[in-house]
């Protein structure tokens, strides 16, 4: 490994750093934060046209080397060296917006000021030649003194002309002069006087098709009709498309447990084989087709750029409470993930609004309330349809935009104001989906929830079986063991808390174990009702829930017990990930326990005042 070269990847952000990255390395690449910050750090290693393995890092995006982020001081310590976790890059590949490059040259000359020998691609030369561009890049070359690759990553024109500039031995050094001190307007005049003659533009500015879109997709109204509509679209694709894959991981499980059950003799190992691992795990991984639509379709808006623009729109909304356009990216990411959503908050300069977007982050829908959130739409529209079933997940979803506004615009206020700080806001052009990128995403997000189940929700699987199951009961009654045990008497303790809410003890069991992480709840009901049927007999999960009655003969997932936990689940803090995420952020316990205390305690008045207000309509 001495031997192997290091190139270092840097640009601005939208330049197509990760499609180049992807394409160099395919999956022989991994990701991991730097020590002592939560940044990503993402390295691969690739070939180039000899067959000699280099290694290439994708370093953070970066506007330039005057660091004002966690992300940028982190690119400007690798490339200067001053990281001992990461040696020095052997020569840098940095990559150009053909289309911006009087602005992206701006840090592609602080990083030639470093020495390293440096390789220039210009990205994106199709969307360059659309807006009438056309760049002389061996006059370029010969003014840089290094290469200087036209390049369209996400089709791979001009990887081969790049191969060939990785294989030298070592690449030239360029000619560019370091320009003493920090003159912003000095620099762009030298950047203009070196492009000088080699950037020719057409005479009449051409309507490109990205703008020809963006009047229709960034419209004031139809820009929200359209996006109201390609969400209304996903949520109804998830609630048909995905019944068949669902049903067969459901049947492929059942037959398992089925398998385990005639090759066991009855008792607690068997019990929490069938019960414990294939029931809880199994409970949750039946929405694996459902959390990979969903990721597909995310990353089918970000790869097309698609989802820049609903960053931009949401602009308009979060200006009002103070935040700069750069929340929106985490905020948007914590859609997927908090986890990787309050991460992304390192892009942020100011400090008061990372932590306001950091405070918030948690109150977006998801992916983990997604399984709590389609079994409680199931049992509160049983005969529903998936249009139905579609407006009432994306209600939840609205809800929780509104949360998000609601508490940025009070923290906004309450929080000590600093300085201002400039937003920009990138809107790359659109562009035809990189299948394969697209597809990579989706693996990548398909291997995480994956090994979440095989590892965390195994864990409390096996947890909860326990406390269901310990200390045993004399009698032989399935509900009566249940209440006995140790989860049943915890239920039975905080159910005159939750029941105002309308809530029995069972849910009480499965909203406190939910709080290690919020995907649990669908396997402790999985856990509680599969113990409960002792003859072995009865169908899902969700059907025994149906069917489950309170004291009164009443159904205890009516409409309005069902509407209660929905809106406690939009706003409840149950992820200790997240918490932890938090404190390791803010460097402070403060926050996280803040958090903690504020979400939890509006999610209780939010649900109570669902279930007492539902009550004068709904029975």
Same mark, same amino acid.
């Given at each position: 490994m001495?031997d192997t070269?290091?190139?270092?990847l840097?640009?601005?952000?939208?330049?197509?750093?990760?499609?180049?990255?992807?394409?160099?390395t395919?999956?022989r690449?991994?990701?991991?934060?730097y020590?002592?910050?939560?940044?990503?750090?993402?390295?691969?290693?690739g070939?180039?046209?000899?067959g000699?393995?280099?290694?290439?890092?994708d370093?953070?995006g970066a506007?330039?080397l005057?660091a004002k982020?966690?992300?940028?001081e982190?690119?400007c310590a690798v490339?200067?060296?001053e990281?001992?976790?990461?040696?020095?890059?052997?020569?840098?590949?940095?990559?150009i917006d053909?289309?911006?490059?009087?602005?992206?040259?701006?840090l592609?000359?602080?990083?030639?000021?470093?020495?390293?020998?440096?390789?220039i691609?210009?990205?994106?030369?199709?969307?360059?030649?659309?807006?009438?561009i056309?760049?002389?890049a061996?006059?370029l070359?010969?003014?840089?003194?290094?290469?200087?690759?036209?390049?369209q990553?996400?089709?791979?024109v001009?990887?081969?002309?790049?191969?060939?500039?990785?294989s030298?031995?070592?690449?030239?050094?360029?000619?560019?002069?370091?320009m003493?001190?920090?003159d912003v307007?000095?620099?762009?005049e030298?950047?203009?006087?070196?492009?000088?003659?080699?950037?020719?533009?057409?005479?009449v500015?051409?309507?490109?098709?990205?703008?020809?879109?963006?009047?229709?997709?960034?419209?004031?109204?139809?820009?929200?009709?359209i996006?109201?509509?390609?969400?209304?679209?996903?949520?109804?694709?998830?609630f048909?498309?995905?019944?068949?894959?669902?049903?067969?991981?459901?049947?492929?499980f059942?037959w398992?447990?089925?398998?385990?059950k005639?090759?066991?003799?009855?008792g607690?190992l068997?019990?929490?084989?069938?019960?414990?691992?294939?029931?809880?795990v199994g409970g949750?991984?039946?929405?694996?087709?459902q959390?990979?639509?969903?990721?597909f379709?995310?990353?089918?808006?970000?790869n097309?750029?698609?989802?820049?623009? /609903?960053?931009? +729109?949401?602009?308009? @909304? &979060?200006?009002?409470? $103070?935040?700069?356009g750069?929340?929106?990216?985490? #905020? =948007?990411s914590?859609?997927?993930?908090?986890?990787p959503?309050?991460?992304?908050?390192?892009?942020m300069?100011?400090?008061?609004d990372?932590?306001?977007?950091?405070?918030?982050?948690?109150?977006?829908?998801?992916?983990a309330?997604l399984? /709590?959130?389609? +079994?409680?739409?199931? @049992? &509160?529209?049983?005969? $529903?349809?998936a249009?139905?079933?579609?407006?009432? #997940? =994306?209600?939840?979803?609205?809800?929780?935009i509104?949360?998000?506004?609601?508490?940025?615009?009070?923290?906004?206020?309450t929080?000590e104001k600093?300085?201002?700080?400039?937003?920009?806001?990138?809107?790359?052009?659109y562009q035809?989906?990189?299948?394969?990128e697209?597809?990579?995403?989706?693996l990548e997000? $398909?291997?995480?929830?994956?090994?979440?189940a095989?590892?965390?929700i195994l864990?409390?699987s096996?947890?909860?079986?326990a406390?269901?199951?310990?200390?045993?009961?004399?009698?032989?009654?399935?509900?009566?063991q249940?209440a006995?045990?140790?989860?049943?008497?915890?239920?039975?303790?905080?159910?005159?808390v939750?029941?105002?809410?309308?809530?029995?003890?069972?849910? $009480?069991?499965g909203?406190?174990?939910?709080?290690?992480a919020r995907?649990?709840?669908?396997?402790?009901?999985?856990?509680?009702y599969l113990?409960?049927?002792?003859?072995g007999?009865?169908?899902?999960?969700r059907?025994k829930?149906?069917?489950?009655?309170r004291a009164?003969g009443?159904?205890?997932?009516?409409v309005?017990?069902?509407?209660?936990?929905?809106?406690f689940?939009?706003?409840?803090?149950?992820?200790?990930?997240t918490?932890?995420?938090?404190?390791?952020?803010?460097?402070?316990?403060?926050?996280?326990?803040?958090?903690v205390?504020y979400?939890?305690?509006?999610?209780y008045i939010a649900?109570?005042?669902?279930?007492?207000?539902?009550?004068?309509?709904?029975?």
């Open positions: 001495a070269r290091l190139f270092a840097v640009g601005n952000p939208n330049t197509g750093k990760t499609t180049l990255f992807n394409a160099l395919g999956l690449q991994k990701v991991a934060n020590p002592g910050v939560t940044v990503e750090k993402k390295e691969g290693t070939r180039d046209r000899h000699n393995e280099f290694r290439l890092i370093l953070p506007y330039s005057d982020s966690p992300d940028e982190v690119t490339l200067h060296g990281r001992a976790d990461t040696p020095r890059p052997d020569a840098v590949i940095c990559l053909a289309s911006n490059l009087e602005r992206h040259f701006y592609a000359t602080q990083v030639m000021e470093l020495g390293l020998p440096t390789i691609v210009l990205n994106k030369t199709d969307e360059a030649a659309e807006r009438g056309t760049i002389a061996k006059k070359e010969e003014r840089l003194g290094v290469p200087v690759v036209p390049m990553a996400n089709a791979r001009g990887m081969e002309q790049l191969q060939v500039a990785l030298r031995e070592e690449p030239p050094k360029p000619k560019w002069e370091s003493v001190g920090n307007a000095a620099r762009y030298k950047i203009n006087a070196l492009l000088e003659g080699t950037v020719a533009r057409g005479d500015e051409r309507l490109t098709p990205t703008d020809r879109w963006d009047r229709v997709l960034v419209h004031p109204v139809w820009g929200w009709v996006l109201l509509g390609i969400l209304a679209g996903l949520f109804m694709t998830i048909s498309v995905a019944t068949y894959p669902m049903d067969w991981i459901n049947a492929g059942g398992l447990g089925e398998q385990v005639a090759s066991m003799a009855a607690d068997r019990s929490l084989i069938t019960e414990g691992i294939i029931g809880g949750v991984l039946i929405f694996l087709p959390i990979l639509i969903l990721f379709f995310i990353g089918l808006m970000e097309t750029g698609y989802l820049a623009r /609903v960053s931009f +729109m949401m602009d308009r @909304l &979060m200006s009002g409470v $103070g935040l700069s750069k929340a929106f990216v985490p #905020l =948007l914590s859609y997927a993930c908090a986890i959503g309050i991460m992304a908050t390192r892009t300069e100011s400090a008061r990372r932590l306001i977007t950091i405070l918030v982050a948690p109150i977006t829908s998801c992916s309330r399984p /709590v959130y389609l +079994m409680l739409i199931a @049992l &509160m529209l049983p005969i $529903g349809n249009t139905q079933k579609a407006l009432v #997940l =994306l209600g939840l979803y609205g809800l929780s509104l949360g998000v506004y609601a508490f940025a615009w009070v923290f906004n206020r929080l600093t300085g201002e700080t400039l937003m920009v806001l990138e809107l790359p052009s035809s989906p990189s299948w394969r697209v597809l990579m995403q989706l997000r $398909g291997k995480i929830f994956l090994r979440r095989g590892t965390v864990g409390l096996i947890l909860l079986w406390l269901t199951t310990y200390p045993k009961s004399d009698s032989e009654n399935a509900s009566e249940l006995h045990s140790a989860a049943g008497r915890m239920g039975k303790a905080i159910e005159p939750i029941a105002p809410l309308g809530y029995d003890w069972k849910m $009480g069991v909203l406190v174990a939910s709080f290690a995907e649990v709840f669908v396997s402790t009901m999985s856990i509680i113990g409960e049927d002792a003859t007999e009865g169908n899902t999960v059907e829930m149906a069917k489950e009655k009164d009443t159904p205890a997932y009516n309005r017990t069902c509407l209660s936990l929905l809106v689940y939009v706003f409840a803090m149950q992820c200790l990930s918490v932890a995420v938090t404190r390791r952020e803010t460097n402070s316990w403060r926050w996280p326990i803040f958090q205390v979400l939890t305690g509006f999610a649900a109570l005042a669902t279930y007492q207000i539902s009550g004068f309509f709904l029975t």
